[in-house]
């Protein structure tokens, strides 16, 4: 009978990169959902991971580590949802490779999801917090580097942290080439000023690696993951915030860049189809939200409008006066 370590391994090996062609993007989430699983049932269960069977994954088991999630490791929905997609994926899996665990399987594809609203608005940060947040990075050349181009490519952090040095070109015009969803590369343009702010982080610290070296790199010399990249923004969002709190917020996630520059984008006027192609989204009605979000467009688009409907006074100043006298006279 097929156990739980190996299914896991088939599942992970095998199942999802090579029969299901999944992007290491997803491989990565799905492994960390087993990751943080594991470490659960330790820590809560007193379960080991190497006595961890199938029969393990009850799901009131399953539902008391949802529950963990959202309320004490504080979870959005979205993020627990995220969990439960793995873990009913493998479900499926484990359902056609190894049937004698049909019934735990079918369980399992029965926990259910939380409702995620849809947000009201888009949260960002002004271009004068972004600025000081940049300042607030500007000790550490590698810091500096990873704030400026996480707010200077729009990019997601995923993207980031999967980013090459032979992925940059360092001449002007600077530009980065990414590898979003889907497997799909873009190329995108970088600003002159934050160009050279990788070039002299490449010269002073990767100077003798290869074009296939990660951009940023952890203490282990391996590529910098989700979580340094957080760590990273997170520290310097707090720097500027104590000397500038009312600018700049208590907390931020890398995602929080990646909006403040579509909005900045769309409120100096650069048209949706290109802020669609720069962030990497499949179709504009996803880049939509920072049209709909975006007070300051909208106050363009209302004064466009009055003065299209709403002609200047054919009346000159005592014209207006004049006819103000007759009408009180009429009166």
Known sequence: MKEFPSLLQTFLI????????????????????????LKWMHSHEGIVPDKVTMASLGPDRVGRFIRWLREERGCAASTSNARIAAIKSFAKFVQSDAPEHLETCRLLLKIPTAKTPKPTEVEFLSVSAVQLVVAAASNTLRELAIVSVLYDSGARVSEICSMTIGDLTLTRPHTARVIGKGRKARVIPLSAQVGEILARCITSERAHMGPAEPLFVNRSRTA?????????????????????????????????????????????????????????????????????????????AIEAGEARIIPDSPYSAEKRADLIGWLRHLL
Do not use: C, W
């Open 224 to 300: 910098l993951g989700r979580a340094g990249v957080a760590y990273v923004l997170q520290k310097n969002v707090a720097a500027a915030h104590r000397t500038h709190p009312e600018e700049v917020p208590p907390r931020a996630h890398p995602h929080l860049m990646r909006h403040s520059k579509a909005m900045h984008l769309l409120e100096a006027n650069v048209n949706l189809v290109y802020i669609r192609d720069f962030l990497g989204h499949e179709s504009v009605t996803t880049t939509e939200i920072y049209a709909r979000a975006s007070t300051e467009a909208k106050r363009r």
């Open 14 to 37: 095998d199942y999802l990169p090579k029969r299901r062609g999944f992007s290491p993007h997803t491989l990565a989430s799905y492994r960390d959902t087993f990751v943080l699983l």
